[in-house]
Structures are given as structure tokens and as C-alpha cells.
């Protein structure tokens, strides 16, 4: 908020106490509906693999609570990534551990009767993926779309889709859209999510790989049937040199037909650079 010069003013509405009882280490940024904001913690709560969150604002103050405590039997555990909000009010999410496999995990949370009910929609081996870093985002159909930092059959990553049961089913189906190869002709290593373009087009970031070793920016284009394939395109190779930024942690930000984001490193003082990239 401003004060009366105009100034902004920073105040801390709530202080993570970490142990069993709170989460602690939000790594991810919050999301807001209805007035209430909701986020996760890597660390902390009743198994010590994280939380979920609301913050609830009232007057000058804010009550926080505990919505969801992972780790438990077979449960994901240290949410990476922020919260997805549907249009039906489910949260989506990923861990990046945890899960029948002990690689991750992409779930839901449920509001119902003033309590939320957490699922595993699904647990990642490593073949299929491993340690899902960046954010989901819903697509045509409520298809989930995200990316995974390892795994896959190089290790490198993979981008997924997971596409909700059909009834009388209760089993998402996960797809693998494309494996990441890494060297100086793929990426590697996606802590981004990423975003959704015009016609369907998946557009993300690697944070290794490329020709220079610096990071990628890529597009994944949906397949034309009968093919089922996604046709990957690099569209630019980070350098690390003459000004140019390297190893993009975030996910891109599209507006039309332009990417906009930030390099963790690189650019003329090696502290990170922000871009954009143009069509």
C-alpha cells in the first residue's frame, strides 16, 4: 500500500513457524479467489513435506490455516510449484517428491463442506518424468499441461499433458509430449512450467541445454491427426554472452504473440536480464 507521500509501504502479514504445526519455505507465489489467498510451503507441517495455505485478510490483520499437510503414506510431498485454480474451485498442483514412485506428484484440492480433500491424480516413475518444478496450466477439455526438471529417457525432462477420467473411470491419463535430450540441440532441466499460446501451442524454457549450454526457449505444437506427435522447435538459444541472458528459471509470459520473462543469469552485469522475443 501507499502512505499519504506517496511511498510504498511493506508490512508482513504472516511469519511461517515451520515444525508440525506450519509450513515453512514458500518457495511458490500465492493465488487469489474470493479474498482469500492460498499458496504452499516446500517444508514443514504434520509430516514435515510441506502445506497448503490460506491467508485470510480481516480488517488490519490476517489469520493463516493449514488447508492440506503432505507427506503421509504414498502422498506427494514439498510442493514446489504455486497453486492452479480451476473453474470449478479445484486446486491443481505438483510435488516435487513423494508419490508411489518417490518422484513427484501432480494433485488436486477439493473444497467440500468447509474442509478440502487432497488427491494423487498422479505419481511420476522417472521414465515418465521426475521432480515437477514449474506451475501447471489448465487447457481445452481441463487438460493439465506441465513439465518435469528430470527425468524422461535422457534425464533431461519432459514436457506432459494429464487429461481427466471419463466416467465411469476415476484415472487420469498422463501423455508424455516431449522428452528433452539436452546438448547444444535440446534443453534441458525445466524448472518453468508453461503457457498456452494461440491454436494450443505450449510455450516454455530450459534452464541447460542449446547450442551455447545456456538455456532454450521452446514451442510444443499440437499434433495434426492422424498424428499424435507434438512437434518441438527451439526458438532460441540463450548465450551467456555480449549482454544476453542465460538459464530462464520462469515461465514465459505470452501477450500478443510476443514472450516476455527473465534469465536467472547472464545479461551485461551477469546478475540476470529480462527479454523478449518476438515471432
Same mark, same amino acid.
Given at each position: 500500500?501507499k502512505?499519504s507521500?506517496?511511498t510504498w509501504?511493506?508490512?508482513v502479514?504472516?511469519n511461517?513457524?515451520?515444525?508440525?504445526?506450519?509450513?515453512s519455505y514458500p518457495?511458490?507465489?500465492?493465488?487469489l479467489t474470493?479474498g482469500?489467498?492460498?499458496?504452499?510451503t516446500?517444508?514443514?507441517?504434520t509430516?514435515?513435506?510441506g502445506?497448503?495455505?490460506s491467508l485470510?485478510p480481516s480488517?488490519s490483520?490476517?489469520?493463516?490455516?493449514v488447508?492440506?499437510?503432505?507427506?503421509?503414506s504414498?502422498?506427494?510431498?514439498?510442493?514446489?510449484?504455486?497453486?492452479?485454480?480451476?473453474g470449478?474451485?479445484?486446486?491443481y498442483?505438483?510435488?516435487?517428491?513423494?508419490?508411489?514412485?518417490?518422484?513427484?506428484?501432480?494433485?488436486s484440492?477439493t473444497p467440500s463442506g468447509?474442509?478440502?480433500?487432497e488427491a494423487v491424480?498422479f505419481?511420476?516413475?522417472g521414465?515418465d518424468?521426475?521432480?515437477?518444478?514449474?506451475?501447471?496450466v489448465?487447457?481445452s477439455?481441463? !487438460?493439465? @499441461?506441465?513439465t /518435469?526438471?528430470? &527425468?524422461g529417457?535422457? #534425464?533431461d $525432462?519432459?514436457a506432459? +499433458? *494429464?487429461? =481427466? %477420467?471419463?466416467s465411469p473411470?476415476?484415472t487420469w491419463?498422463?501423455?508424455?509430449?516431449h522428452t528433452?535430450t539436452g546438448?547444444t540441440?535440446d534443453?534441458a532441466?525445466l524448472?518453468?512450467?508453461?503457457?498456452i499460446?494461440?491454436?494450443? !501451442?505450449l @510455450?516454455?524454457a /530450459?534452464?541447460? &541445454?542449446?547450442?551455447s #549450454?545456456? $538455456?532454450t526457449i521452446y +514451442? *510444443?505444437t =499440437? %499434433?495434426?491427426p492422424?498424428s499424435t506427435?507434438?512437434?518441438?522447435?527451439?526458438l532460441?538459444?540463450?548465450t551467456?554472452s555480449s549482454?544476453d541472458?542465460?538459464?530462464p528459471y520462469?515461465?514465459?509470459?505470452y501477450s500478443?504473440?510476443?514472450?516476455y520473462?527473465?534469465?536467472?543469469?547472464? &545479461?551485461?552485469s551477469?546478475?540476470?536480464?529480462?527479454y523478449?522475443l518476438?515471432p
Amino acid at each position: 500500500m501507499k502512505d499519504s507521500s506517496g511511498t510504498w509501504t511493506e508490512s508482513v502479514i504472516y511469519n511461517f513457524a515451520g515444525g508440525t504445526g506450519d509450513g515453512s519455505y514458500p518457495y511458490a507465489g500465492l493465488v487469489l479467489t474470493g479474498g482469500v489467498y492460498y499458496g504452499t510451503t516446500y517444508y514443514g507441517g504434520t509430516y514435515g513435506g510441506g502445506t497448503v495455505y490460506s491467508l485470510t485478510p480481516s480488517g488490519s490483520s490476517w489469520t493463516e490455516t493449514v488447508l492440506y499437510n503432505f507427506g503421509g503414506s504414498g502422498d506427494g510431498a514439498n510442493p514446489h510449484s504455486a497453486l492452479t485454480l480451476s473453474g470449478s474451485g479445484v486446486f491443481y498442483g505438483t510435488t516435487y517428491n513423494g508419490g508411489a514412485h518417490g518422484d513427484g506428484t501432480v494433485f488436486s484440492l477439493t473444497p467440500s463442506g468447509g474442509s478440502w480433500t487432497e488427491a494423487v491424480l498422479f505419481s511420476f516413475n522417472g521414465t515418465d518424468g521426475q521432480n515437477p518444478h514449474g506451475n501447471l496450466v489448465i487447457g481445452s477439455g481441463s !487438460v493439465l @499441461y506441465g513439465t /518435469t526438471l528430470l &527425468g524422461g529417457a535422457s #534425464s533431461d $525432462g519432459v514436457a506432459f +499433458s *494429464l487429461t =481427466p %477420467p471419463v466416467s465411469p473411470s476415476t484415472t487420469w491419463t498422463e501423455a508424455t509430449l516431449h522428452t528433452f535430450t539436452g546438448g547444444t540441440s535440446d534443453g534441458a532441466e525445466l524448472r518453468a512450467g508453461v503457457v498456452i499460446g494461440s491454436s494450443g !501451442v505450449l @510455450y516454455g524454457a /530450459t534452464v541447460a &541445454g542449446g547450442s551455447s #549450454s545456456a $538455456g532454450t526457449i521452446y +514451442s *510444443l505444437t =499440437p %499434433p495434426t491427426p492422424p498424428s499424435t506427435t507434438w512437434a518441438e522447435t527451439i526458438l532460441y538459444n540463450f548465450t551467456g554472452s555480449s549482454g544476453d541472458g542465460s538459464q530462464p528459471y520462469a515461465t514465459p509470459l505470452y501477450s500478443g504473440g510476443w514472450l516476455y520473462g527473465t534469465t536467472y543469469s547472464g &545479461g551485461t552485469s551477469s546478475d540476470g536480464a529480462a527479454y523478449a522475443l518476438q515471432p
